[in-house]
């Protein structure tokens, strides 16, 4: 069974940063690509950013681009999301998830775990 635990959210002031960590059990985690979602209360969950295996492929939406990086740790079953300059628009639970295959990807559908989600909330 896989098991993904999301921690780092909080409260921050619009301009602010987080760091988002989601530690990954199990024996194939540098197999997997990861992805990070996020939900607003009301919202569907959406896409936030993704990277494949090997953490040389990424993808973020555009509401995000150019101020939120994700990385991967595979020596140490670890995907991160760096959030810089963070709008009160940002405000969500944050959700990792897991696929089976290595490559990255933007669709719910596409992925097969998901974590119990960190609360981030940005004040304006």
């Known amino acids: 069974q896989v098991q993904l635990v999301e921690s780092g959210g909080g409260l921050v002031q619009a301009g602010g940063s987080l760091r988002l960590s989601c530690a990954v059990s199990g024996r194939t985690f540098s197999s997997y690509g990861m992805g990070w979602f996020r939900q607003a209360p009301g919202k569907e969950r959406e896409f936030v950013a993704a990277v494949n295996w090997s953490g040389r492929t990424t993808y973020y939406a555009d509401s995000v681009k150019g101020r939120f990086t994700i990385s991967r740790d595979n020596a140490n079953n670890t995907v991160f999301l760096q959030m810089n300059t963070l709008k009160p628009e940002d405000t969500a639970v944050y959700y990792c998830?897991?696929?089976?295959?290595?490559?990255?990807?933007?669709?719910?559908?596409?992925?097969?775990?998901w974590g119990q989600g960190t609360q981030v909330t940005v004040s304006s």
């Open positions: 998830a897991a696929r089976q295959l290595g490559n990255a990807r933007v669709t719910r559908e596409d992925y097969d775990y």
